[in-house]
C-alpha cells in the first residue's frame, strides 16, 4: 500500500468514526442564539456535600434539589427569569373562590419506562409527601401549600387520601385548598410535588432511587451514584421535550472544601464552582469572562432576643435601631464579601418576584447621619460611657461569619462604646441554642423557599416557628394575615417593611449573591432566576 | 496460642459493647439532632419523623433496639440524614474505599519507612545515614493536611497531571496523590523509629558475638539483627494501620474519595447518630483486632514471649 492511499485510508476511517461518534440530532448551532454548539455537551459542576436524598418527596437540601428538578418533572416549571412556564400539565384554571385548581397533563409526558404519566402519578406523590409515614421532612411545605386536610393529615388525625387532590381522570389533576393562596402556581415547582412512579417505590421500597431502580419523568435519568463522590446523570430519550434537551451528560462531583473546588475548576475539571468569601474581586480582575455575581434570595442579618430570656436593653427600640444605624454595611459587602451582595435595610430582599421594598429612612442616610442618630439613640435610652451596654452575640462556626461578626463588634465599640462578646457554636449546637432563646444577639439568615415576600415577611410573625428572636408586633402580624389573601398585597407588605425599619426586631446586613465562577463556555446560566432553579436541560456548551 | 486469641476474643465482646454505650450516650447528650435545622420543623411533623426513627422511645429501649438488630440481623440501622441509605450500605460503600487507599499507603510507609531507616543504621553516620534522616524529619513534618494542598496545587494546577480528587472506581490516577499525603508523615516516623532501633540491636551483644563467629554482615542483619529491630516498629504499626484508615478524614473530605472518613465526620456534625454509631463500631472493632495481630506478631518476632 502506497503511503498516500493508506493516508487517504486513515482519513476516510477517522472521518467515519468521527461522523457515527455523533449523537443522533446533535445540533451545531443553538436554536435560539445561533452560537455555535460543541460536539462534547458535558456540564460537569461542583456539590457542596452528599445529597439528603433523591426521592423527591423526601430530599431537602438545595444540592439534591438541583438533581432532582433535572430527574423529575413537577406541575409547571421556571423559567431562566423565574416565571411560570408549562412542565408536565400544559396550563391550570381557577374556580372563582380561588380555592380549586384544575390543571391540564400533557398526552406525551411519558417515564423512563415508557409509561404514560397520569394525574394518579401526582395524586400518589402528594398523599405520599403528606402521609406520617413517609416521614418527609417536607410535609410542612403540603401544609403550607394549604391543601384540603393537610394539617390533619400530618397530625395523623385523617387518612392521607382525604388529601384536597384528585384525579377525576389521568389527564386532570383537581386541587382543593383551604383557602386561597395566590402564589399556588408558583409552589407547584417545588420537588416535594413532582410526581413519584408508585410502581417502583412499592417494588424497591427505600432503594427505589438507585441508578438500577430508579424510574423518573425528567429530562435525565440517573445513570450512577457514587454517594460522597459523584452522581451522574444523562439524557432522557423519552422525556416529552428531548428534542430540545443540548447537554447530555451531566455530572456532579461532590468537593467539600471550597477553595479545592476552586483549584479543580481553575484546573479544568469543572465547569462551575463557587467563589470563596473575598476572592470574587481577584477572580473577576484575572478571569472576566467567568466570574458572575447576579442577586439570590436570601438575605443575612443579626435578631436580637425579644422574648423573656432576652436582655432588658433590647427591649428598648432605640436600642435595637441605634445599633442597626452604627453598622456601616458598605464595609461588610464591598471588603468582608466582595462579592457584589447588595447591602441590606430591608428584610426582604429586592430581588423578590412582585414587590418592591420601600426606601427606609435609614437607607436614605448617609452612614455619617446613621452613626450620629445612633449615638442620640443610644443616650436617649440611657446608655453611655457611665452607663455602657454591653451583650452577647452567637453565630456559628464558620470563617465568613467570623468575620462579619467581628467587624460589626468593632463598629459598635468604635462609634457606639457597645461591648459585643463574640461566641462562635458548631452548627446544630447553635440552631439548638437559637431555637431556644438561650441568647441575646444571634445570627440568622434565611433564603426563600418561594419567590414572594411572605416567605421572609412570615418569619417575624409572632406565630411564626422560625421567629426566633420571639418578635411579637399585633399589628405586623395582622398585617401578614390579611396579606395572605388579599388581592394587592404590595401596600401590605410595604407597611410590614416600614414596621420592620421601626421597630427594628431583626438587622438587617445584606442580601445575598450567586458568586460563581462559570465556564465561559457555558451558555444558558439563568442568572435572573434568583431562586436558582436551574434546569440542566437549559443548558448548553459552546464551541470553542 | 490458639485458647490465647479465643480468651482475647471473649474480652473484646465487653470492650465494643462499652464503647457502644459509651458513644450512643455521649452523642444523645450533644445539643441538638438529626432533625434540628436552620427550618424548624412544626411539632407533629417532627413528631412523625422521630416515631418513624424510633427516637420517640426512652434512650435504653433505643439502645436496646440497637444492638438487638445487630445481634439479630446485622442491621446497623437507616442513616437519619442521607434518607435512602442504611448504615450497612453507607460502610459497604465507603470502607473498601479507605481501605484501598489506606492500605496502599500503610504499605508504603511501611516499605519506604523501615527501608530508609535500615539503610540509614548499616550506614552510620555516613552521608546516606545524614540524608535518610534529613528525609525522614522532612516528611514526619509534612501531615496529610499539609501535603494535600500541596500536591494539588502541585500536580493538577500547574502540571495538570492529575485529577484534583475523585475516585472514579479507583483508577490509579485518582489514588496516586491521596496515598502520598496519607503516607508521607509516616515514612518519616517508622523511618526514625527503625534506624534507632537497628542502631541499638547492631551494638549488642548476641551481634557482637555472630560478628565474631565470623559470619557474613548480610547474614548477620537479616537473620539476626532484623526480627528484633522490627519489634517496637510493630508496635508502632498496629495504631498506625488504625490511624491510616480513621485518620484518612481529611483525605476523605480534602480529595472527595466517597471514602468513609468523611461519613464519619459528617455523621458526627450532623447528629446522624446511627451512622456515627455503625463507624465507631467498625473502627473500635478493627482497633481491637489490630491490637491483637501486633500481640501475636510479638510472638512471632520475639521467642521469649510466649501466650
Not at chain 1, 416549571?77 to 400544559?90: E, F, I, K, R, S
Not at chain 1, 452567637?394 to 470563617?399: F, G, K, L, R, V
Amino acid at each position: 500500500m502506497t503511503r498516500l492511499t493508506r493516508s487517504a485510508l486513515a482519513a476516510l476511517l477517522s472521518s467515519a468514526a468521527l461522523f457515527a461518534a455523533l449523537p443522533a440530532g446533535a445540533q451545531d448551532t443553538h436554536p435560539e442564539t445561533g452560537e455555535a454548539l460543541a460536539a462534547d455537551q458535558v456540564f460537569t459542576y461542583r456539590l457542596l456535600d452528599n445529597v439528603s436524598s433523591l426521592d423527591p418527596q423526601i430530599v431537602e437540601d438545595v444540592d439534591g434539589s438541583d438533581v432532582v428538578r433535572d430527574l423529575f418533572e413537577g406541575l409547571m416549571n421556571q423559567d431562566a427569569q423565574g416565571n411560570l412556564v408549562p412542565g408536565v400539565a400544559t396550563g391550570y384554571e381557577v374556580s372563582d373562590d380561588r380555592k380549586t385548581y384544575t390543571f391540564t397533563l400533557r398526552e406525551d409526558a411519558v417515564w423512563s419506562d415508557g409509561e404514560p404519566v397520569t394525574a394518579g402519578d401526582f395524586v400518589y406523590a402528594w398523599r405520599r409527601a403528606a402521609d406520617p409515614a413517609t416521614a418527609s421532612p417536607y410535609q410542612w411545605f403540603v401544609e403550607l401549600m394549604s391543601l384540603e386536610n393537610a394539617g390533619a393529615i400530618v397530625a395523623g388525625e385523617m387518612a392521607p387520601d382525604q388529601l384536597g387532590v384528585s384525579a377525576p381522570d389521568d389527564r386532570t389533576l383537581e386541587v382543593r385548598l383551604s383557602e386561597p393562596l395566590p402564589y399556588f402556581p408558583q409552589m407547584t415547582t417545588h420537588s416535594t410535588t413532582f410526581p413519584t412512579p408508585q410502581r417502583v417505590i412499592e417494588e424497591h421500597g427505600s432503594e427505589w432511587t438507585r441508578p438500577e431502580n430508579i424510574v423518573s419523568n425528567g429530562a435525565y435519568v440517573l445513570t450512577e451514584y457514587s454517594p460522597g463522590e459523584r452522581i451522574v446523570r444523562e439524557r432522557n430519550e423519552a422525556y416529552w421535550n428531548n428534542a430540545e434537551t443540548i447537554i447530555d451528560r451531566v455530572v456532579a462531583l461532590v468537593i467539600n472544601d471550597e477553595n479545592v473546588a476552586l483549584t479543580r475548576y481553575l484546573a479544568g475539571e469543572l465547569d462551575r464552582t463557587e467563589v470563596p468569601a473575598g476572592q470574587f474581586p481577584r477572580l473577576s480582575q484575572e478571569r472576566p469572562d467567568e466570574a458572575i455575581s447576579f442577586p439570590r434570595l436570601c438575605n443575612y442579618y443579626y435578631t436580637f432576643n425579644l422574648s423573656e430570656s432576652g436582655p432588658e436593653a433590647f427591649k428598648d427600640p432605640r436600642v435595637r435601631k441605634a445599633l442597626s444605624l452604627a453598622v456601616d454595611r458598605d464595609i461588610i459587602v464591598n471588603n468582608v464579601k466582595a462579592g457584589g451582595e447588595p447591602p441590606a435595610y430591608t428584610f426582604t430582599p429586592e430581588a423578590v418576584a412582585g414587590f418592591t421594598p420601600p426606601e427606609t429612612e435609614m437607607a436614605g442616610m448617609t452612614q455619617a447621619e446613621r452613626d450620629e442618630m445612633a449615638k442620640e439613640l443610644l443616650a436617649e435610652a440611657g446608655y453611655g460611657p457611665d452607663n455602657p451596654l454591653s451583650f452577647d452575640m452567637i453565630y456559628n462556626t464558620d470563617e465568613a461569619h467570623e468575620k462579619i461578626a467581628v467587624v460589626l463588634s468593632q463598629m459598635w465599640k468604635q462609634k457606639l462604646g457597645v461591648q459585643a462578646t463574640l461566641a462562635n457554636m458548631e452548627w446544630k449546637v447553635f440552631l439548638d441554642t437559637r431555637g431556644q432563646q438561650d441568647f441575646e444577639m444571634a445570627r440568622g439568615a434565611w433564603c426563600g423557599d418561594y419567590n414572594e415576600a411572605s416567605t421572609f415577611l412570615d418569619l417575624l410573625d409572632s406565630a411564626s416557628g422560625y421567629n426566633d428572636g420571639k418578635y411579637n408586633n399585633p399589628e405586623y402580624d395582622a398585617l401578614i394575615e390579611q396579606a395572605k389573601t388579599a388581592e394587592d398585597t404590595t401596600p401590605l407588605y410595604t407597611q410590614a417593611e416600614q414596621i420592620i425599619a421601626e421597630d427594628m426586631p431583626v438587622i438587617p446586613i445584606y442580601h445575598y449573591a450567586g458568586v460563581y465562577m462559570l465556564d465561559s463556555d457555558v451558555g444558558g446560566w439563568p442568572v435572573d432566576n434568583v431562586e436558582q432553579n436551574w434546569y440542566s436541560r437549559e443548558l448548553y456548551k459552546k464551541a470553542e | 496460642m490458639l485458647s490465647y486469641v479465643i480468651r482475647r476474643l471473649a474480652v473484646a465482646i465487653p470492650t465494643i459493647l462499652l464503647l457502644i454505650v459509651a458513644c450512643f450516650f455521649l452523642m444523645h447528650l450533644a445539643p441538638g439532632g438529626p432533625f434540628t435545622s436552620e427550618r424548624p420543623l412544626p411539632p407533629a411533623v417532627l413528631a412523625n419523623i422521630e416515631a418513624q426513627y424510633g427516637l420517640d422511645q426512652p434512650l435504653w429501649k433505643q439502645l436496646w433496639d440497637y444492638l438487638a438488630n445487630i445481634v439479630l440481623h446485622f442491621d446497623f440501622g437507616p442513616s437519619f440524614v442521607q434518607k435512602d441509605r442504611s448504615v450497612n450500605d453507607i460502610i459497604a460503600n465507603g470502607f473498601p474505599i479507605s481501605l484501598t487507599y489506606g492500605g496502599l499507603s500503610f504499605l508504603a510507609a511501611t516499605v519506604l519507612g523501615a527501608g530508609l531507616g535500615v539503610l540509614a543504621a548499616i550506614r552510620h553516620n555516613s552521608w546516606i545515614d545524614y540524608g535518610a534522616v534529613s528525609l525522614g524529619i522532612a516528611a514526619q513534618a509534612l501531615p496529610n493536611f499539609i501535603m494535600g494542598p500541596i500536591l494539588i496545587l502541585v500536580f493538577t494546577l500547574w502540571l495538570g497531571l492529575l485529577p484534583g480528587g475523585g475516585w472514579n472506581g479507583g483508577q490509579w490516577q485518582y489514588l496516586v496523590m491521596p496515598v502520598i499525603a496519607l503516607a508521607t508523615s509516616y515514612i518519616g516516623s517508622i523511618a526514625r523509629i527503625t534506624r534507632s532501633s537497628m542502631l541499638e540491636v547492631m551494638n549488642s551483644n548476641f551481634i557482637r558475638t555472630a560478628r565474631a563467629k565470623g559470619l557474613p554482615e548480610r547474614t548477620i542483619l537479616w537473620r539476626h539483627a532484623m526480627k528484633p529491630t522490627l519489634m517496637p516498629v510493630v508496635s508502632y504499626l498496629g495504631p498506625v494501620f488504625v490511624y491510616v484508615l480513621t485518620g484518612s478524614v481529611f483525605v476523605d473530605l480534602y480529595f472527595s474519595t466517597g471514602g468513609l472518613g468523611a461519613d464519619y465526620v459528617s455523621s458526627a456534625l450532623t447528629r446522624d447518630y446511627a451512622v456515627l454509631l455503625g463507624v465507631t463500631i467498625l473502627y473500635g472493632t478493627l482497633t481491637v483486632l489490630v491490637n491483637l495481630a501486633t500481640d501475636l506478631a510479638y510472638a512471632w518476632l520475639d521467642p521469649r514471649i510466649r501466650y
